[in-house]
């Protein structure tokens, strides 16, 4: 007899229940991945999603944690899950088109995520120059205003 499958429908989601599977407040998780609370909380706000960084560093520190089920929310949230999962009898039999079909998706849903990381890195770092270049200038202002005080007093 199968168990029942979870369901959550975001990746925030997922992440969040493994964070909670895996007995972390958000502040242990944040440093548990090398991330700030805030990201955490972000993600559990679902104002936006774990970068591949952090998805990668959590698959790493946990190795248990299935990729595929955080990733697409096929399987279960756990190897040792997937494995039991495996030793009862199926109700059909995918064969060896399916495996590689999701194969396929899964691989396109990767690239998908570099993607939209890459583009959120190339977003953050515009923006980082033109707040830098913004503080560049207001100091300049600040001490154009600074000169002409002592010049005044």
């Not at 560093?57 to 944690?65: D, G, I, S, T, W």
């Not at 030793?87 to 939209?116: N, T």
């Not at 503080?135 to 202002?141: F, G, K, S, T």
């Amino acid at each position: 007899m199968s168990s029942p499958r979870l369901k959550f429908a975001s990746l925030n989601e997922r992440f969040i229940h493994l964070m909670e599977r895996l007995g972390h407040s958000g502040y242990s998780f944040s440093k548990e991945l090398g991330t700030s609370e805030a990201v955490i909380s972000n993600i559990r706000k679902g104002k936006n999603p774990p970068n591949i960084l952090l998805v990668e560093q959590l698959l790493n520190k946990y190795e248990a944690v299935s990729a595929e089920w955080l990733l697409t929310g096929r399987g279960r949230p756990f190897k040792q899950e997937q494995e039991r999962a495996l030793a009862e009898p199926p109700r059909s039999i995918p064969g060896p088109a399916a495996d590689g079909d999701r194969l396929v998706r899964m691989e396109e849903l990767l690239q998908r995520s570099i993607q939209v990381q890459l583009e959120r890195n190339v977003l953050i770092d515009e923006t980082m120059n033109h707040l830098q270049r913004q503080v560049i200038e207001l100091d300049r202002r600040v001490a154009g205003f600074t000169k002409a005080r002592r010049k005044v007093g």
